[in-house]
C-alpha cells in the first residue's frame, strides 16, 4: 500500500523540535555514562538534579541485586532511547500524512478593515449578542475549530449571537500598529460595527485588549468575560521566573528581525511557547503515533495541532510592549499600562465579568489569572479543570468551559 503524500509542514519550526528530541537524548546519554563503568558517580557525565541521581542509585541497586553488570543499565537506556526515536518520527510522520482537512462554512461578514474581519455567527438571532476577542499570535478558529468541537456554534445553538474578531494576517499596516491604536482603534471599531451592546469575551491575550477595550466603552459593552487572560506576568513557579529574566538578553536578539520584518516571525514566537515545556512537543507526538488514524482522538490532535502551526506573525511595536511591558516590566499587574494614556486599571470595570481560569494551564499559570480576578470588582470566577487550549476546544471543554460560560451568559440581563 503506497504511503500518503505530506499534507502539512508541522509540527514547526520542525528543525528545532527534532533537535530538541536529540538533546533530550544526549542527556539521558550521558546521565548513563557513570553506570557503563559501575562508578555510579556522575562528575563526569551530564549533570542531573537529586531527585534524578536518587532514581538512577536505585536502579542501580536493583542491577546489583539481581546480579546484572552495571553495563546492562546503559544497554537499557539505548534502547529505549531508540524506540522513542521512532515513535517520535512516526508520530510526526503520521500527522503530517493525516487525511484531515478542515471544512467548515463560511461565516457572514459584518465588517472588516484591513485584514480583520467580523464575523456572524447566527445572523438570524435575536439573542444577546457576544463578541469574542482571540489572541493576536494564534488564529480565531481555535473557537470554531470543528463542527464538534467550536464554541461559537455551540453558543448559537443555545440561542445567542456570537460574534468573532478575526485579527486576520497583519499585513503592512497592521505592522505598524501599536497596542493603543490596535486597542482604541481597530478593536473599538470592531465593537462599534456589532448591532448593539455587546457581552465581550476576550481568550488569552485577547482577555487584556478586551479589557482595555471595556473599560474604555461601557457605552457599547455590557459585561465582560475573560478565558485564560493573564495579568501577573511574574506569577508561577520557579521557571517561569526563569525565563522572564532571560528576556532582557534575548531582546536584542530579536531586534533584526523585528526591524527587518516588521513582525515578530511565527516561528520565533512558536520557539518561545516550546521553551514552556521543551520535551512536551516530542511526547504528544509520540502518544500520537500509537493512536488509531481514523479514531475521534487523532482527528481532534490533527486539528488542534494545524491550529497551533497556522500562527501569525506579531506586529514588532505589539512584540515589543508586550514582551518588555507586559512580560519584563509587568506592567498590567503594576498598573502601569495605558492605553491611550489611561491606566488599565481592572477595579475600575463597572459591569458583570467573568473570569474563567483553567487549573492546568501552562501558558497562563493559574496563578497569574487569579491576580486579574482578585483586581476586579465581583467577578464570578470559574476554576476549569483543563488546559489552556482544552478549555476551550479539547475533549471535555463542553463541562469544563462551554456550559458554565453558558449559564454565565444566560444570567445576565
Known sequence: MSQRPNRRRGPRPLPAHLQLAMMRGAMAW???MPFASGSGNWSGGWPISKTGQEKAARIAQGLAESGQRPEAFWGAVQRQLLVQDGALVAGIAAYRRHPYERDLPAQPV???????????????????????VPSLVNRAYVLDLTAERSLLRHLAEEGLRPLLLDWGWPGEEERRLDLTSLIAGRLERAIAAAPGPVILVGYCMGGLLALAAALRRPDRVRALGLLATPWDFHAGDESIRARIASLPALMPLLEPQLAAQGALATDTIQLLFAGIDPWGIAQKFRAFSRLPPE???????VALEDWLNDGTPLAAPIARECLQGWYIRNEPHRLAWRVAGGVVDPAALSMPSFVAIPRADRIVPPESARALAARLPSPVIHEAPAGHIGMVA???????????LREWLGSLR
Open 110 to 132: 459584518l465588517w472588516a478593515e484591513g485584514g480583520s474581519r467580523l464575523l456572524d455567527y447566527a445572523p438570524d438571532s435575536a439573542g444577546p449578542l457576544v463578541l469574542f
Open 30 to 32: 550521558q546521565t548513563a
Open 295 to 301: 479514531s475521534d482522538r487523532a482527528r481532534l490532535f
Open 394 to 404: 479539547g475533549g471535555n471543554a463542553r463541562s469544563a468551559l462551554w456550559q458554565p
